[in-house]
């Protein structure tokens, strides 16, 4: 009704501008003042169309119609009513002292009215309005408005006019009378898994029971079931003969048993003796007497409900009566379905391989520290949240979001990269090969740096707003969609193995890792500085943890533990892909996010038992390949 109101307005705001009478529209409520003022469902019609015919004016008249906010004078002067203002139809002017008979159309004429409203919009000169009008059919169009939307199909917007398709054959298979029309729209649209095009499909394949002695002429029959088979059991049958009054309500044998126990005379129930009670037909015959002298409530026994399962058959009848469309409908239905699993796995793969790039971003810089120093850098999560904290602090400083997150970027790969080449030169160095003091010592670090920024930021989340072009999701249909932040990290990620392997195959620095990761001794006598090497690769490893902190943080919350919900998963993918091998830690970040969302998805109430069951795939998988997918060949697997 607002949305009517304001498209009244909208049009009447125009009247004035013309500032002339529309004699066409004063031709025609002259002559049909009577059906204005009293008009019927069946006749006006074509009233409605001339009105509509007769430029701005009368729509304006139509939709103050279809609103119950237009008036008629004494003198036959038909108003435009928006609160106290009263504005001519015809002429658009404002009339002042106007009290006018406020005339209250039926949802019957109202509804004629609206349909030519909305037929008048689909092929408005306004894109917007068509736009909006077909919006309004999308919620909910009527059956009549068919017709209306199959004469606005052509549309110079490809947009509009592909939706305009769409949603006539979707009103084709729900209203349409020619049931062929039904079935081409179906076949047409058949194996589409839209929402729209499945909710389309249901009705036509709801189905509802019928018990008959034969088959029911006309019928379309879905299927005939058999009591006590899987479709029907034998309890459901019965009920379906009792509500249909084809069997009285069945009687449990201690019910009976019972009943013939209170009506025991001489030794006998209804002339049947007490000895003979014993079997069950007896005891039919003495409730069934007992039944016809009035003793006992009326009763099916188990020989009438036989006899009433024997002499029926029960069937599942479509609603839909053309068995043509019911038959394209199921087929389009398996054909949607099938489509439906096959993108359901899409969606899931492309879940897995967003959550596999963000753990490889996590994990590629301990795979690099590992693999070169053997050490067990417990404070790697605290470089991601350091990552993170940095691309907060750069975004409070610089609105600019997109500008903001280009700063960031390289700022965070600084910041954690100078803290790991601090971390390396006062503690790590001092404890070389000595890995159960590096672990305790790192750990501590861990906890100090947790605690150092819950002291600077605070405990509470800070969100790390991500721009605009990163915002909402790429979609390719109502199944399929994964957000525009994770292709963002997803690309991130290929970038920084693109990177990686540049650094390690095309530089200096890449020739003397590997040297001092392959033998630090014969590296050493080359005149290739080891302690160099192992102090540059920590910060490299540190540093690429704090691009990743700023890749988790644009789709997290930033706190003081974020490092910590990954540092689990980066050593997992670490120790399963390989350690020191980049491309092992690839195969493990794959492997592990694809599990991950599997299990999830098989479970996805419960996370918990996700976890657990991931442990436990590791600790398994570790058993049979103890170096990993993809081990470190040479001497350096071996030491």
């Known amino acids: ?47 409605v169309d001339q009105i509509a015919a007769t430029g701005p004016e009368g729509l304006a008249m139509l939709q103050a119609w279809a609103d119950r906010s237009l008036g008629l004078t004494e003198t036959g002067q038909v108003l435009i009513m928006d609160d106290d203002t009263a504005t001519d139809a015809v002429t658009g002017d404002a009339v002042a002292g106007a009290d006018p008979r406020m005339l209250r159309p039926n949802s019957g004429v109202r509804g004629v009215i609206e349909a030519a409203l909305a037929a008048g919009a689909l ?47 979707l009103l084709t298979i729900q209203h349409d009378p020619d049931s062929a029309a039904r079935v ?18 249901n009705p036509l394949l709801v189905t509802r029971a019928v018990v008959a002695p034969d088959t029911p002429p006309g019928a379309n029959v879905a299927r005939e ?76 026994t188990e020989t009438e409900i036989q006899a009433a399962l024997d002499a029926s058959r029960f069937f599942e009848v479509y609603a839909e ?29 492309l879940d897995a391989l967003s959550l596999a790039s963000i753990y490889f971003l996590a994990a590629i810089g301990l795979a690099v520290t590992f693999g070169v120093m053997r050490v067990i850098n417990m404070a790697h999560g605290e470089f991601i949240m350091m990552g993170a904290y940095t691309a907060y602090t750069v975004q409070t400083v610089i609105a600019d979001r997109t500008l903001s997150l280009v700063v960031a970027l390289p700022l965070a790969f600084a910041v954690t990269a100078l803290a790991g080449v601090v971390l390396y030169r006062l503690v790590i160095r001092h404890l070389a090969n000595r890995p159960l003091e590096t672990l305790l010592a790192t750990f501590g670090v861990s906890i100090a740096l947790q605690q ?21 999701s790429i979609t390719v249909n109502d199944v399929i ?29 890449g020739l003397e890792v590997r040297a001092v990761t392959q033998n630090p001794g014969m590296a ?44 689990v998963q980066s050593f997992m993918t670490v120790v399963v892909g390989g350690v020191g091998n980049i491309w092992g830690t690839l195969a493990g970040a794959t492997l592990i996010g694809g599990l991950s969302k599997v299990i999830e998805f098989m479970n996805p109430a419960n996370t918990l038992a996700a976890q657990t069951f991931m442990i436990l795939f590791i600790i398994i998988f570790i058993q049979f390949r103890p170096r990993g997918i993809i081990p470190q060949r040479g001497r350096a697997a071996e030491a």
Not at 272 to 297: F, H, I, N, T
Not at 452 to 472: H, S, V, Y
């Open 452 to 472: 150092l920024a819950k002291n600077i930021f605070g405990t509470q989340a800070r969100p790390l707003t991500a721009p605009a072009w990163l915002e909402g």
């Open 321 to 349: 009566p053309d068995p043509a469309v019911t038959d394209a409908a199921k087929a389009a239905q398996i054909r949607a379905q099938v489509r439906l699993g096959a993108m359901t796995g899409i969606d899931l793969g």
């Open 524 to 567: 050493a006598s080359m005149g290739i500085n080891p302690d160099r090497i192992a102090m540059m690769t920590f910060g490299l490893g540190s540093g690429i943890a704090g691009i990743a902190g700023v890749a988790i943080g644009l789709f997290a919350q930033v706190t003081s533990e974020i490092g910590q919900q990954y540092i």
């Open 225 to 300: 079931l058999t009591p006590g088979d899987a479709g029907l059991s034998r309890e459901a049958a019965l009920t379906q003969l009792v509500q249909q009054d084809l069997l009285q309500p069945p009687l449990s044998g201690a019910d009976q048993r019972a009943a013939l126990a209170a009506n025991i005379t001489d030794g006998a129930v209804a002339g049947v003796p007490v000895d003979q009670l014993s079997d069950q037909a007896a005891r039919d015959r003495a409730y069934q007497a007992l039944e016809a002298a009035g003793a006992v409530p009326p009763a099916a």
């Open 1 to 47: 009704m607002i949305r009517h109101r304001l498209l009244a307005c909208a049009l009447a705001l125009i009247l004035p501008w013309s500032a002339q009478a529309n004699p066409a529209l004063q031709a025609v409520i002259d002559a049909n003042l009577d059906q204005i003022e009293r008009p019927s469902r069946q006749t006006v019609g074509p009233l």
């Open 184 to 201: 081409a729209a179906i076949e047409e649209m058949a194996g589409d898994v839209g929402l729209d095009f499945r909710a389309a499909l």
């Open 123 to 169: 092929s408005d000169p306004d894109p917007a309005r068509r736009a909006a009008a077909l919006q309004s059919l999308e919620r909910g169009a009527a059956p009549d408005q068919l017709p209306l939307l199959r004469a606005a199909l052509d549309d110079p917007d490809l947009v509009l006019a592909a939706r305009k398709a769409r949603l006539e054959r």
């Open 481 to 509: 969609g994964i957000s525009a932040i994770r292709v963002a990290i997803f690309v991130l990620a290929l970038l920084f193995l693109g990177l990686f392997l540049f650094i390690m195959k095309r530089t200096r620095l």
